[in-house]
Structures are given as structure tokens and as C-alpha cells.
């Protein structure tokens, strides 16, 4: 079972700061050898000015993760023990003996999945379920099988042994001669002879009796030698004729075990999809009546690997270190099942995020992650790539409005000084060019301006959505404002939010237009220039973190 996987992941509706400071710090991670395997992951599809800075960093897009729930594809084991429906019960019991396992997969020539074998539903193979009569000596398998089984030669006639599997009436020649030819003659009368069996040791007589009734086969045991006539007679007459080297009683207990898997597994079963998360697995299959169950790809239809019940008890989970949040309410879905290690965050403390085992935990008043993870770098003695410092002077630069911000420290001066030395670019003419690329106001949908960076809050019972969108200039606003608030609306109804917020930015003269729905006890007490119902003017508010949120939270508690 592999491993699972380290992600370093920020975000939901990731802005810049989430996504470089994820790259920034994975690449630290594997840097000091704390955690080699760090994947920097997001949550959410990346904005223009994101994907322009990873473009000219040279640096790929995280991955994208939209759960982290384990999977029954991570906990699966992809080394399995299987057998085919064509392998006999010596086959199928010798692996499973040698894997000491209870049960195994079941696939047909072509390689699907056709069964699932049970180390009980072998003794069906071995013991019949009539105690009387010629069933309980009727063995329904082929001369080929019980030939590999038995290691035995064929003497008759040339060719290979019939593979189709046959009803085999088993008749030990242990007896009298007399009494073994009654029974043959009998078997003639009864014409069934063809069915039969015969197994003997050097008993040349019962050996020609087996051939002149025209038996289906002769099996000549404990190694003893055959004459020439005997052959001959064999060949002649149809007969099947074999050798073995164990004795007789030996030889009619393995005969049995030449039977093959395809007449007792079982072929209803359930099988289990990759991506079927184990808390849900746990739930529906806890009753189920079966031990193993296989992973099976939903495209290919090929198994990939098999899981138990045991394996569902309490299973690996992903683990995480979060940046630039530390809500669950804004985290990656299935947050809640994973192993959070660490923290890395300048926002406010949210109350919801537990753990298991104590983490790492860093939360500061500067303006970006970004900040906080270049700081990690600087401390360690460590210079990162020219294009890892590239994206963390981005995230300085969108988080502070190139250090205008109010939530701008001389941390975050520091850092942007010297990654941008590090980057080899200059903080105000990147800080031009990064705003600068792809205005969303003048191209974007309402979908795209709405979710580009949106966060959710739990204030005092409310939910709370607000999302910013910066721009060079709000020229293009009022030509948006109507479809804007349409869409803010639906958002607002589908979601079941209590205040829902757009604010676009203007990060050249450091003012923002305010698109508020929701309760108008709040809205009424917002501390901004109120234009009409919805829309709000708020002169030098540029940070949702330290001015708008906490503008909202007051707000919502003066409103009560």
C-alpha cells in the first residue's frame, strides 16, 4: 500500500498569495528534506495574473485536488494474489496457502473480472454433496487438468489431452478381477462406460478389462510400467491411457483436485471504484457478506488492486499543510478527514480547525503568506530558485498592492526586497505588468468576476460570502454592475448566505465599488457611502482582511 501523498495547498477560489505561497513552500519542504515527497496543490482554477506569473517563473500549474478524502484507490493493494476460472483447486490452494490468504479474485482467460474465491468454497471442490450413488464418485473435470494435477504422462495415442471439461465416473480396480469386470460390463449394459475411470496399479488384467469395455480412461498408477500391448490396445480403442507415480489411494484423492474454480466462486459480488471515499465505503459495506473486495477502474473495467473491511478501519489519510487559511468553511472539500501537519496563515483564527496530534502552527499580521513562507527561506540559509521567488514576490506584491495595503509591515518589505533581488526583477515595474494582465471586468463572465477570489465566513451564525476583484481602473464597472448583481443573487439564493459581497478594487487609486445582498439590518449599518439598495462606495478600503471583513463583522454585530 503506497504511501499517501503531502500536499501543500491553499485555498478554495485560490487568488495569487494561496498559489505561490503553496509552490514556495513544498519547494522548501523538499529543499531542507522534511517532507521530499511535497506536492504544491490548489483547489480551485488559477486567474490570468496567476497563470501569467507561473508562465514567466517557468513553473507549472499545482495540481489541482478537489478532495482529499482517502480513497479506495490509495488504499488499495495493487499486488494481488489472483487465479483464473480455468485453475484447478491444486492451483488455487497452493497460492492462496503460499499468500496466506482467505480468499482472492477471480478473472477469466481475457483478463476481467468474472469471480471472487473463497478458501471455504474449495472443500466444495473436494467433497460432494451426495454421500451415495455415482455422484460420489463422479468427478466433473478435464483430462488435461487431472493430467498437469497428477504430473502424469500420457502413453495412448498422440496429441493433447482434451482440455473440455467431462463427467468422470471414478472406478478403483482395487477389487477382485472377477468383480472389477462385473462392474465394467455392468457400466457397458448401463451405457456409461465412456464415463469411466479406471485407476489401477500393476494389474495388467483389470488394465485390458478397462480397455475392452471401452472405458473413458485408464490411469495407471505408482509409476509401474505399461507393456506395449497395452498401449497398443489403448490407442486402438480410443482409451485415454496415463501414468502417474503416486500410489493408487493418493491418485484418487488428487483427481479431485484437478477440478477447476469456475464451478464454486462466487459471481455475485461487489467490486469498488477508485474513487469512493472510505468513510462512505465503511458505511455500506460493514454488513456486506463478502471478505475481499476489488477495485475495479470505471473506464477500463480492469481491477486494479483489492481491499478488505480491515483495511477501511482506520486507514492512511492525505496529508495537508495548509496556507493562507486556516477555515475549514475555505479549505479543500474532505479537509475535515485528512492529517493537517502544519499552518501558515495571516489571517484571523477561525475556531474550527482541529487535529489529531499537536501541528505546526504559524498565523502573523503581514500582508501575505508569501511573506511568512520567503521569511522561512531566509531563516534556514536557504536562496530558492529564481522562479520560486519570482511567484513569492508575486504573492507579496497582489496581496499588498505592491506594500500600499494597510496591511502592509515592514516584514513584507523586507522579503519583497530581497526575493525580488533573488527573482531578478524590480517589485514596481512587475507590480505594473502583474496588474496588467487580464482585466476581468473588461473580459471575464459573471461567474469568473464573482468566484475568481471568494472566500466564506461564519460571523456570529451569519454566512458570509465576499469577493474581490482588482483592477487598474473601474471604468468598466457600471456597464457590469447590473449582470454582476444578478449573478451575486443567485449565489446568494443557491448557497443560503446571509450577506453575500463583491467588492472590485482599484488598485491605482486605492478605492473599491461594493456590490452587497443580504439582510438590510446589516447593510444598513456598513461604514460605507451607501449609492443606492446594493451598491456602496468605499474610499480608500483596498483590503478585504482588514478593512472589509472586519467592516462586515462589525456590521453584523451592530445589526443584532
Known sequence: MPAPPFYVIGHKNPDTDAICSAIGYAALLQAVGEQPDAIAARCGEISQRTKWVLERAGLDVPLLITDVRTNAGMISHREVVKVTASDTFLTAYRRMLGAQIRCVPVEDEAGNLCGILRYFDLLRLLLPADTEGLSVRTVHASLAHLAETLQAESLGADGPLPLQEEDLILLVGASSQATVEKRLKQAAQDHNIQQFLVICGDRPIVQRYAIDNGARALLVTGGNPVSPEIRYLAATKGVVLLRCAQDTASASTLI????????????????VCPSEPVSRLRKHLSAADQDLFPVVDSTSGKMIGVLSKSDLVDPPRIRLALVDHN??????????????????????????????????????????????????????????????????????????????????????REMLTWLGSVAGVDPKKFTEEFFAVGSLIASGTPAEILNADRKEFTEQGLAVSISQVEERDLHGFAARRQELEAVLKELHTSRNYDLSILAVTDVALHHSMILAIGQEAALAKLPFQRMDGSLFHAPGVVSRKRQIFPAVCEAIQHSR
Request: net charge neutral; hydrophobic share 35%.
Open 327 to 412: 477555515e475549514y468553511a475555505q479549505a479543500v472539500n474532505g479537509v475535515e478527514e485528512a492529517e493537517i501537519t502544519e499552518v501558515i496563515d495571516h489571517h484571523r483564527l477561525a475556531g474550527d480547525l482541529v487535529s489529531r496530534e499537536p501541528i505546526r502552527y504559524l498565523n502573523e499580521p503581514v500582508g501575505s503568506t508569501c511573506t511568512l513562507v520567503g521569511r522561512k527561506f531566509f531563516y534556514r540559509g536557504l536562496v530558492p530558485a529564481p522562479g520560486v521567488a519570482m511567484c513569492l514576490c508575486a504573492g507579496i506584491v497582489s496581496d499588498t498592492l505592491c506594500l500600499t495595503s494597510p496591511t502592509t509591515t515592514l516584514l513584507d
Open 256 to 271: 479431485r483436485c484437478s477440478r477447476t474454480v469456475r464451478h464454486v466462486m462466487e459471481k455475485k459480488f461487489q467490486t
